[in-house]
Every structure is written in structure tokens, then in C-alpha cells.
């Protein structure tokens, strides 16, 4: 069941499982479902006991219009819920692109032995010195 305030003074909608909406005064605990009406169903009916649930649940505006104070205390919890997952994610990101370029300086030293053992297995002359300039420049001199 949906439950709505639809003005001040306990006046709320409750849309059933039936598909049929129901206008509940909490105040009065008056209910405009059949169950209400018939003296044999016990008082309050569902939608009223439904209505109050919610309300002491936090869930929807009270009575007089205003929202449960846990519903603003959920609010700033969810919000600080919210701060932390987000400083957490960038301290890990942070973590995450140093350990990337860890990997890519160790896979740029690791071709460079790979090159200079290729050169000395074909027996290549060479300089190490020009190997480095050539292949593995730090990108800030290009």
C-alpha cells in the first residue's frame, strides 16, 4: 500500500493493493474503504493501522505537514554515508593510477633489457647510451 498526505490535518491517500485508493482522516480514524464502514470489521482497519505504521516509521509527513525528525537525521546519516564512499573511491583511484604507472616503468626497464639482450644476441654493435635515447626518452624531453 502507497500512503500520501494530501493536506494538513491528518488527511492522507492510501493506494491499496486492489488498486482502489482510500481517503483516511487520522485524526477522526475515519476511512472511506468498506471494511471502515462495516460495524463488523474491528476499528481501526488496515488502511488506518497502515497510515500509522508509516508514521511511526518515519516514513511520511506527519499530521501537521512536517516531515519526522528521523527522516532529516536518515537524510544527513546517508549524506555522510555518501562523503566518506566518495574520499574512499578517490583514495583508492589515487592507489590504484600509482600502482599503474609502477607497472608501466617496470614494463618500459623490462623492454629495455629485452632490446639490449636482442642486440648483444645478433651481435649488434651498439651503444647503450643511444638505445636509451632513442627508445625510452622520458615523454617531458620529447
Do not use: W
Amino acid at each position: 500500500m502507497d500512503v500520501a498526505l494530501v493536506h494538513r490535518g491528518g488527511c492522507y491517500e492510501v493506494d491499496s493493493a486492489s488498486g482502489n485508493t482510500y481517503e483516511v482522516d487520522l485524526l477522526e480514524e475515519t476511512c472511506t474503504c468498506p471494511d471502515h464502514r462495516n460495524p463488523e470489521t474491528p476499528t481501526p482497519c488496515k488502511h488506518v493501522q497502515r497510515i500509522q505504521l508509516e508514521l511511526d516509521a518515519g516514513r511520511i509527513p506527519r499530521p501537521d505537514g512536517r516531515l519526522p525528525e528521523t527522516a532529516s537525521s536518515e537524510h544527513s546519516l546517508a549524506h555522510e554515508s555518501e562523503v566518506h564512499l566518495m574520499a574512499t573511491l578517490r583514495t583508492r583511484i589515487q592507489e590504484r593510477e600509482e600502482q599503474i604507472a609502477t607497472l608501466q616503468a617496470e614494463i618500459q626497464a623490462l623492454q629495455f633489457v629485452c632490446d639490449v639482450a636482442d642486440a648483444i644476441g645478433e651481435g649488434e654493435e651498439f651503444e647503450l647510451k643511444q638505445i636509451l635515447s632513442d627508445e625510452y626518452e622520458p615523454a617531458s624531453q620529447c
